[in-house]
């Protein structure tokens, strides 16, 4: 049971090269979520897909987009890298609650990570 | 809108000691509060969610809503328990359709387990 799978796990760019970071879950979760864990900044959310055929934005989307492409997977790219980019990216998909009476909200699952530099 | 404040980057106590990481959060709403952990190598894991009420591997965190606080304890540290945590504020969207909710995380705290 792979979970969340994310990559590349690292990657050097140029400024002002592109790539596309691939993410893939196998839990049958409608919702994913892609974060960036900057040193002092903790995680802050890009962009996410509530369900299959969405994307919005979150605190931190400018220069990047999303693509959910099936409801396994959600990719982010950066189209023209730059140094501020340079961080540490987290996918993450959301289990909801078994109990949808009981209250509580469920869990994420993150992926392990890729790390991004930009030169 | 929500915010999840950690006052303290780096916490350094020794093995056997309590250990409080502090949490506090703005939410104009009923929020649901969360810990996760991260070790070292490994990703993001949830430790606690407030609702459950649990104690996880001796962690436990009770939700004060007058002092908006949402603080991490154990009475005694274990030199396993260094790492990174992170408070997290989900706040309810029109109930829960499934839909997805939006995690507000903290900065972190690097809890540091001196032996």
């Known amino acids: 049971n792979a979970g969340v799978t994310q990559t590349p796990k690292f990657q050097v760019l140029k400024t002002g090269q592109s790539m596309t970071l691939q993410c893939a879950q196998d839990?049958?979760?409608?919702?994913m979520y892609w974060y960036r864990q900057d040193p002092g900044m903790g995680l802050r959310l890009i962009y996410y897909?509530?369900?299959?055929?969405?994307?919005d934005k979150g605190e931190v989307p400018n220069g990047y987009n999303v693509s959910r492409l099936n409801k396994r997977e959600f990719s982010l790219r950066l189209e023209s890298a730059a140094p501020s980019q340079t961080s540490v990216y987290f996918c993450a998909s959301w289990a909801p609650p078994l109990d949808r009476g009981g209250g509580w909200t469920g869990e994420l699952f993150f992926g392990e990570g890729s790390r991004l530099t930009v030169l | 809108a929500q915010r999840v404040t950690q006052p303290e980057k780096l916490l350094s106590v020794f093995k056997g000691a309590p250990v409080e990481l502090k949490c506090n959060y703005s939410y104009s709403g009923s929020p649901e509060l969360f810990w996760y952990v991260q070790y070292s190598r490994q990703r993001l894991q949830l430790l606690l969610r407030h609702i459950s009420r649990e104690s996880i591997k001796g962690f436990t965190a009770d939700l004060n809503k007058g002092e908006t606080s949402f603080h991490l304890k154990k009475p005694f540290a274990q030199e396993e328990d260094s790492a990174m945590y992170y408070c997290a504020l989900s706040g309810r969207l029109g109930g829960l359709t499934g839909g997805g909710n939006k995690l507000t995380f903290g900065t972190g705290t690097q809890l540091k387990v001196e032996l």
């Open positions: 839990m049958n979760h409608n919702s």
């Open positions: 897909s509530a369900s299959e055929g969405t994307t």
